[in-house]
């Protein structure tokens, strides 16, 4: 049973999670940043949130930086919008889930692509 509070705040943290990074003015969150998964533990005390940073590596570095120093406002935000006893501590941890997707579809294409040559040969 409480993995499923867990994972219902999960989602609500995400939707408000969301929509505050949008808000935030600071100049080092440069890249496209989408909220991927939250994680939030069976106490409901710790949430980490998973983003996914389109950009450059020198970018994606400096917007983890921002969101970083943008938890206590991302934090007081949760804390307005999910009702609990305490809010929970929050982390975020970058999703590099898509990049690796996106290199492991390069990989298999650039084989399809020396096969179908050696094919000809």
Same mark, same amino acid.
């Given at each position: =049973?409480?993995?499923?509070?867990?994972?219902?705040?999960?989602?609500?943290?995400?939707?408000?999670?969301?929509?505050?990074?949008?808000?935030?003015?600071?100049?080092?969150?440069?890249? =496209?940043?989408?909220?991927?998964?939250?994680?939030?533990?069976?106490?409901?005390?710790?949430?980490?949130?998973?983003?996914?940073?389109?950009?450059?590596? !020198?970018?994606?570095q400096q917007t983890m930086e921002g969101l970083h120093s943008a938890v206590g406002f991302v934090r007081s935000e949760v804390g307005k919008a999910v009702k609990?006893?305490?809010?929970?501590?929050?982390?975020?941890?970058?999703?590099?889930?898509? !990049?690796? *997707?996106?290199?492991?579809?390069?990989?298999?294409?650039?084989?399809?692509?020396?096969?179908?040559?050696?094919? *000809?040969?």
């Open positions: =049973m409480g993995n499923q509070r867990a994972e219902r705040v999960g989602e609500v943290i995400k939707d408000v999670v969301a929509d505050a990074i949008r808000r935030l003015k600071d100049s080092r969150i440069t890249g =496209m940043v989408s909220v991927t998964e939250v994680e939030v533990s069976g106490d409901l005390r710790h949430a980490k949130i998973f983003v996914s940073i389109y950009g450059d590596e !020198e970018s994606q609990l006893r305490s809010v929970p501590e929050i982390q975020f941890k970058q999703d590099r889930s898509i !990049e690796h *997707g996106a290199h492991i579809h390069d990989l298999l294409a650039r084989i399809k692509r020396e096969e179908a040559g050696s094919d *000809g040969a």
